[in-house]
């Protein structure tokens, strides 16, 4: 440990307080970029959070055990759910190196749950040559995409390559040739892949490996969850105001659920709300 520091841990977007995300959160941080880094590598998880108190909320980094990332949604949750156990419910800023995250927590069934509404979202589509080689790389056929949900790039505070498994049995079988997709999202600036089937009109299943971080698969993913929010509504899969429901962790024995609210406008932020546990 570089130096003695206070550690809270939270799984976010459990289900029933079982599953979630895993996070890291360090509240009022006073730390280098290194220690940051050494401090993340050693949790272990794939993000941990660095807060640090401002005239209006906090500033906050995101460290994974490899490298910093602009902004990451499990760990954001675990964050508001965290200050809102020590201070209390209400409405935060959270100044990210992606931009302003509004953030707000609410009692719920004697429960705190969090909502982050995204920055401004961008989609462009992908470009055919990215699709065959993160296909190949994930050991996919491109007649196993669902041909509804066409191949782009989403962001909503980083960047994901969306793509869609025609099937769930196709989803579940995820053994992807690590060092080769590592290596394409690396040079392409895409923190994870967002894999989803459509389990119904407004539920998905979703599957996010994480190489660059230094993570095979995040069990949940709120940054690209919100990232796929603008991606229905930029394809016009949704009609918003729309809420959909992303299942993700199912097949890691980490169940998460992150509810995502749609609201019309193409630069509208994203919303994803969820809840944490504390971990001992």
């Not at 290596?183 to 923190?191: C, F």
């Not at 892949?193 to 069990?219: H, I, K, T």
């Not at 949940?220 to 299942?247: D, I, S």
């Amino acid at each position: 440990m570089v130096r003695t520091v206070v550690i809270l841990r939270y799984a976010a977007f459990d289900v029933d307080r079982e599953g979630g995300n895993p996070a890291g959160v360090v509240l009022d941080s006073s730390h280098s970029e290194d220690q940051m880094q050494a401090i993340a590598a050693e949790v272990g998880y794939s993000e941990t959070a660095f807060l640090v108190p401002s005239s209006d909320g906090y500033a906050v980094r995101y460290f994974s055990p490899l490298a910093e990332v602009p902004f990451c949604g499990h760990a954001t949750i675990a964050s508001a759910v965290a200050l809102a156990e020590r201070d209390g419910v209400g409405d935060l800023l959270f100044t990210t190196l992606a931009g302003p995250v509004q953030v707000s927590t609410q009692l719920t069934d004697g429960r705190v749950t969090a909502t982050l509404t995204t920055v401004a979202p961008s989609v462009t589509p992908a470009e055919d040559v990215d699709v065959l080689l993160a296909l190949n790389a994930l050991r996919w056929l491109i007649g196993e995409l669902d041909p509804t949900l066409p191949p782009a790039v989403a962001n909503a505070g980083a960047s994901h390559l969306v793509l869609a498994a025609a099937t769930r049995e196709r989803l579940a079988d995820l053994d992807y040739d690590y060092d080769a997709l590592g290596a394409l999202m690396a040079d392409r600036g895409w923190t994870t892949v967002q894999l989803v089937w459509r389990a119904g009109p407004a539920e998905f299943q979703s599957r996010n490996p994480f190489p660059p971080g230094g993570v095979r698969e995040d069990p949940a993913t709120g940054a690209a969850a919100g990232a796929f929010g603008a991606y229905l509504r930029a394809h016009e899969l949704v009609t918003p105001p729309a809420q959909v429901v992303l299942h993700q962790g199912v097949d890691l024995g980490q169940p998460c659920r992150l509810v995502v609210d749609i609201p019309p406008g193409a630069r509208a932020g994203i919303r994803v709300t969820g809840t944490a546990v504390r971990l001992p």
